[in-house]
């Protein structure tokens, strides 16, 4: 591998990861309207996704689990009251 | 054409306006809000597996064991929570779904999804100028290895955890269009890779549509058998 290829490599991982983190807003900007429509659905999908996202960079970068650390139970906590809130409404409503 | 609807208890079809089902006497419209629960815990336990195995391999544990194991864990904590809940799943393994023309069908429609998921995939790589290595590279071209933890496997346990104890679950909780979302979303979120969410969510929404379509479970699995088959033989043969 030529230095020029090395760098062309190193540059696509940097593009790669910046589009990850690009798609992964889009889907939490989706999901914050699919909400509005249906808060359950939409709640359960967003909390397994940000589960998974917390393990994954934790993985990666174990650092990142202490960082923003109450921001991320709030989050958890916060989609847990959404799912509970929602079914209760669902089975009022039933 | 419309879907008939199917009780999720027992798997038989409602009759037109009937209120109950006429098999097992469960309420058509009724909630139960565990199901919702009980998906989310199934799913962090298999996400767990998922994290040990990306921290083994992240100390240099070999690929090859990563995935062997990796796998048996995950088929392992499947098959154990099915034992415990087998109503959820039991029925639709009893029904073969589909006649020899509808998997005659599944195998046919097998290329054309591969063919979608293969230019996707390149695309990425083309557009980024990143390679992703290949799962027999990865096993060091043990292609007994990938056989097992690629097309044998993963449509047994995820077809059973996805399609059948947490797409069950779901059904006796929430409407039909959100367990397919959910169901979908949790099964392309297992595979830890943001860019194989466009591929895996319509997947898991195709074998959510064939489960649902068929109310058994076999035409899904041959789907997914059919279709890692594909990704196996793609990269063995250098097709894609």
Redesign the interface.
């Given at each position: 591998m030529t230095w020029a290829q090395v760098q062309?490599?190193d540059?696509?991982?940097v593009?790669?990861q910046l589009?990850?983190n690009l798609?992964?807003a889009a889907?939490f900007l989706g999901l914050w309207f699919w909400a509005k429509k249906?808060v359950?659905?939409a709640s359960?999908?967003a909390?397994?996704?940000f589960?998974?996202v917390v393990?994954?960079n934790?993985?990666?970068e174990p650092g990142t689990l202490y960082q923003g650390i109450i921001v991320k139970i709030f989050f958890v906590a916060a989609l847990v009251k959404a799912?509970s809130a929602a079914?209760q409404e669902?089975?009022l409503a039933? | 054409m419309t879907l008939e609807e199917r009780c999720p208890a027992c798997g038989a079809a409602f009759k037109p306006d009937a209120a109950f089902c006429a098999e097992c006497g469960r309420k058509r419209h009724e909630i139960e809000t565990e199901g919702v629960g009980f998906s989310i815990k199934l799913y962090i336990a298999l996400l767990g597996v998922q994290v040990l195995a990306l921290i083994a391999s992240k100390v240099g544990a070999l690929p090859i064991y990563v995935f062997s194991y990796g796998t048996g864990a995950l088929a392992l904590i499947t098959f154990a929570t099915a034992a415990v809940h087998r109503g959820l799943v039991a029925p639709q393994y009893r029904r073969v779904g589909f006649g020899p023309l509808g998997y005659l069908l599944v195998l046919c429609a097998a290329p054309v999804v591969l063919a979608l998921v293969a230019a996707y995939v390149h695309g990425l790589e083309r557009a980024f100028g990143v390679a992703q290595p290949g799962y027999l590279e990865q096993l060091g071209g043990r292609v007994d290895v990938a056989f097992g933890v690629l097309v044998i496997a993963p449509p047994l346990f995820e077809e059973l955890a996805f399609r059948g104890l947490i797409y069950g679950a779901l059904a006796k909780s929430v409407r039909r269009s959100e367990v397919y979302a959910i169901s979908s979303f949790a099964f392309a979120m297992l595979h830890l890779s943001v860019p194989s969410l466009l591929t895996h969510i319509p997947l898991g929404l195709y074998f959510c549509w064939l489960r649902e379509r068929s109310g058994s479970m076999y035409p899904s699995m041959f789907a997914h058998f059919c279709h890692n088959l594909g990704v196996l033989l793609a990269e063995l043969y250098g097709w894609a």
């Open positions: 062309a490599h540059r696509g991982l593009t790669q589009a990850i798609g992964l889907v249906n359950l659905a359960v999908v909390l397994l996704l589960i998974t393990a994954i934790g993985v990666l799912i079914q669902r089975k039933a | -």
